[in-house]
Every structure is written in structure tokens, then in C-alpha cells.
T-cell receptor, first 115, second 111 residues
Framework: DGGITQSPKYLFRKEGQNVTLSCEQN?????MYWYRQDPGQGLRLIYY???????QKGDIAEGYSVSREKKESFPLTVTSAQKNPTAFYLC??????????????FGDGTRLSIL | AQRVTQPEKLLSVFKGAPVELKCNYS??????LFWYVQYSRQRLQLLLR??SRESIKGFTADLNKGETSFHLKKPFAQEEDSAMYYC?????????????FGQGTTLQVKP
């Protein structure tokens, strides 16, 4: 089943610990995105990347970091600086930019909780 | 400010009744709008986009620039339409693909 794979499905973080959420896609998409979903708030953009080795901050980037060393991979690190990390994290990808914006394809998500 | 507002958290209708999920946006540029849907235990997926002017699963949405709205409509709701619906606005210079999502509306279709 092609698409976007996020792992793990559930993740627990201890205080002061950094954790990394994995996102892999086999759609050959150029652009990738990370969103945070909280109850009643919809999806908020954390970081996005339009091309390998390049990424930009979204609306709520503080306390998070990303890398884009390969086209198919866009891992998200939740650092200890993120004071309220408990949330559902969604990764998405799209064919990229151009004349018209392409629809985004989503993974199943990772639920992060604090121990 | 760029913003998408879905005023209803929950919309409950009976099977066969018309459905309208409201979406209003705030954006100074030329808007490109989408509706995404998440069925129970499934991934968030694209339902339709205004630029395509298509009807998917009986749903349609018309962009009204005067009222800055992109309401999702279906004349006769089915039980399988029960899901969470998100309206999204594409923003950013040079078509970055960035999306701003509304808070979402849960549609509950009762038998």
C-alpha cells in the first residue's frame, strides 16, 4: 500500500527528553509537511519542506526541529523546549508547488504523550 | 490575517436531509480552497477542491468571494457521510502548498 508511513503510532516522552517522529513517503512527492492536531483546534502547521535539504517554519515551530536529507523522509524532533508536546502529529506530502497547489496526502499520525 | 473558520463543531442531521457545512475564510490574496474528510479509523483525505469544480460523493462546494465562503453541501445525507470535515485554505507566496485548516466540523447522520 503506497503512501505515507508514520511511526510509531504511539510515543511516550519523559520530561526533558527529545523524541523523533518518523515520516516516510513512497509517492515521489517533493513537498512534505508536519501538523499538530489538538482537540477543537484543527490542524496547525509546524514545519514544511518543498525540496530536499530545505525546510521552513510553520505557524508553531518553537520547540520542534526537522531535517530533510532524503526526498522520501521528513523526521520531526520534539525537543524538551516544547512545553506542551502532548498531541496528535500528522505528516503529509504533496507533489509540490507550481502552477496550482497540489492536494496533500496524509499519514495515519503519531500520538505523543508525556509520562 | 489568514484564517479559516468553521463555526459548527457538530452538525447532526437525519438520513436524507440536506447538509451544509459552513466555511468562511480571511485572505487578501487569490484563495484556493479545499475540503478534507476523515472517516472513522481512516486517514485524512481530500474530498474536493474549488479549482476542480467537481462533485465528489454527492458533495459540492462553491467559492463565494463576496461572502468569503466555501460551504460544503449535499442535498441528501447518507449515514456513510458521518465523519470529521475540515475546510482548508492554501496560502503563501509562490504556491508553497501551505494549508491553513479550520477547526473541523463533525457531521453525524442519524438513521
Amino acid at each position: 500500500d503506497g503512501g505515507i508511513t508514520q511511526s510509531p503510532k504511539y510515543l511516550f516522552r519523559k520530561e526533558g527528553q527529545n523524541v523523533t517522529l518518523s515520516c516516510e513517503q513512497n509517492l515521489n512527492h517533493d513537498a512534505m509537511y508536519w501538523y499538530r492536531q489538538d482537540p477543537g483546534q484543527g490542524l496547525r502547521l509546524i514545519y514544511y519542506s518543498q525540496i530536499v535539504n530545505d525546510f521552513q517554519k510553520g505557524d508553531i515551530a518553537e520547540g520542534y526541529s526537522v531535517s530533510r536529507e532524503k526526498k522520501e523522509s521528513f523526521p520531526l524532533t520534539v525537543t524538551s523546549a516544547q512545553k506542551n508536546p502532548t498531541a496528535f502529529y500528522l505528516c503529509a506530502s504533496s507533489r509540490g508547488t507550481g502552477v496550482s497547489n497540489q492536494p496533500q496526502h496524509f499519514g495515519d499520525g503519531t500520538r505523543l504523550s508525556i509520562l | 490575517a489568514q484564517r479559516v473558520t468553521q463555526p459548527e463543531k457538530l452538525l447532526s442531521v437525519f438520513k436524507g436531509a440536506p447538509v451544509e457545512l459552513k466555511c468562511n475564510y480571511s485572505y487578501s490574496g487569490s484563495p484556493e480552497l479545499f475540503w478534507y474528510v476523515q472517516y472513522s479509523r481512516q486517514r485524512l483525505q481530500l474530498l474536493l477542491r474549488h479549482i476542480s469544480r467537481e462533485s465528489i460523493k454527492g458533495f459540492t462546494a462553491d467559492l463565494n468571494k463576496g461572502e468569503t465562503s466555501f460551504h460544503l453541501k449535499k442535498p441528501f445525507a447518507q449515514e456513510e457521510d458521518s465523519a470529521m470535515y475540515y475546510c482548508a485554505l492554501s496560502v503563501g507566496p509562490g504556491n508553497t502548498g501551505k494549508l491553513i485548516f479550520g477547526q473541523g466540523t463533525t457531521l453525524q447522520v442519524k438513521p
